[in-house]
Antibody, heavy 122, light 106 residues
Framework: EVHLVESGGGLIQPGRSLRLSCAASGFAFDEYAMHWVRQVPGKGPEWVAGISWNTYSIGYADSVRGRITISRDNAKNSLFLQMNRLTSEDSALYYC???????????????WGQGTLVTVSS | DIQMTQSPSSLSAFVGDRVSITCRASQNIDHYLNWYHQKPGQAPKLLIYGASTLQRGVPSKFSGSVSGTDFTLTIINLQPEDSATYYCEQTFSTPQTFGQGTKLEI
């Protein structure tokens, strides 16, 4: 069974940095693209970033490009999201999601973690 | 970015009813359209991908169809557990974008 566990969220001041992690198990992590999707409570999901199985293809939402870096460690079955220059607009529940294939695009999110909450506030 | 216009925003139905939810893409997305539902306090769950392919383990009461840039999710024989917010999502181009959601009450 696929299991995704996010960590690293919390209360952070505007302008600071935060690194989220996602520990994956129950599937061949190095064979699938992985994504971060965030959701403000009461609002719809927003795709943040995705990374292909071999890291050759990476994509970002316009709202985070230049401030956020997605990465993965296939040897450790782990996905990461480095977030810099955080603003209140980044406050949300951040989900780690498994892609349906190797590529970032043309796919779907077939498994999700339970999310880690990021609150950006002074 | 590709915009996904989802309708209706909310829907009330009765046990045993059939309902349809529609998403219209702002441009061609081929068949790269997925449907999810989300219950309070839970992560979204994939129901249908590729416009009409049922995700493994999802009951066949859910079905998807496409006509041009209009995509439809149909649910038959509604049960109380189908109460949720339903989202469409396009993955034809980056950034992947979601519809605004449809809250379904049974």
């Amino acid at each position: 069974e696929v299991h995704l566990v996010e960590s690293g969220g919390g209360l952070i001041q505007p302008g600071r940095s935060l690194r989220l992690s996602c520990a994956a198990s129950g599937f061949a992590f190095d064979e699938y693209a992985m994504h971060w999707v965030r959701q403000v409570p009461g609002k719809g999901p927003e795709w943040v970033a995705g990374i292909s199985w071999n890291t050759y293809s990476i994509g970002y939402a316009d709202s985070v490009r230049g401030r956020i870096t997605i990465s993965r460690d296939n040897a450790k079955n782990s996905l990461f999201l480095q977030m810099n220059r955080l603003t209140s607009e980044d406050s949300a529940l951040y989900y780690c999601a498994k892609g349906g294939g190797t590529a970032v695009a043309y796919s779907y999110f077939d498994s999700w973690g339970q999310g880690t909450l990021v609150t950006v506030s002074s | 970015d590709i915009q996904m216009t989802q309708s209706p925003s909310s829907l009330s139905a009765f046990v045993g009813d059939r309902v349809s939810i529609t998403c219209r893409a702002s441009q061609n997305i081929d068949h790269y359209l997925n449907w999810y539902h989300q219950k309070p306090g839970q992560a979204p769950k994939l129901l249908i991908y590729g416009a009409s392919t049922l995700q493994r383990g999802v009951p066949s009461k859910f079905s998807g169809s496409v006509s041009g840039t209009d995509f439809t999710l149909t649910i038959i024989n509604l049960q109380p557990e189908d109460s949720a917010t339903y989202y469409c999502e396009q993955t034809f181009s980056t950034p992947q974008t979601f519809g605004q959601g449809t809250k379904l009450e049974i």
